[in-house]
């Protein structure tokens, strides 16, 4: 089982969502997050005064999935959040030792 973290910008969020359910990948956690890369933020001007945000308004996407859906996970989270422009966002992968769910005790890729 491998773990997909994914962060984009939030308006891409549907798409990589329906990119992924499409996929037949359903389960997944959705944060909102802040933060900033090689963009380091921007200025902006309100009631005429300047001001920096260093913060910029992010989606962090958490999946974990069987390993043969990952590459075609990975494509469709690519396909669907790129624009072509810095701030696109990044995709971090890392191997998931053992899942379980609550409920029953499931283990495995069953409990997915």
Request: no cysteine; hydrophobic share 40%; aromatic share 4%.
């Amino acid at each position: 089982m491998t773990k997909i973290e994914a962060v984009i910008q939030p308006s891409k969020l549907d798409a990589v969502k329906d990119a992924l359910v499409e996929l037949g990948v359903e389960g997944m956690t959705i944060l909102e997050a802040r933060g900033h890369g090689r963009q380091k933020g921007h200025t902006e001007f309100y009631r005429g005064r300047e001001y920096a945000v260093d913060l910029l308004p992010k989606i962090k996407l958490e999946v974990v999935t069987s390993d043969e859906r990952v590459e075609p996970a990975i494509q469709a989270i690519i396909a669907a959040a790129r624009t072509g422009s810095i701030g696109d966002g990044k995709i971090f992968v890392s191997k998931v030792d053992e899942v379980i769910r609550i409920r029953n005790e499931e283990r495995g890729e069953i409990a997915l």
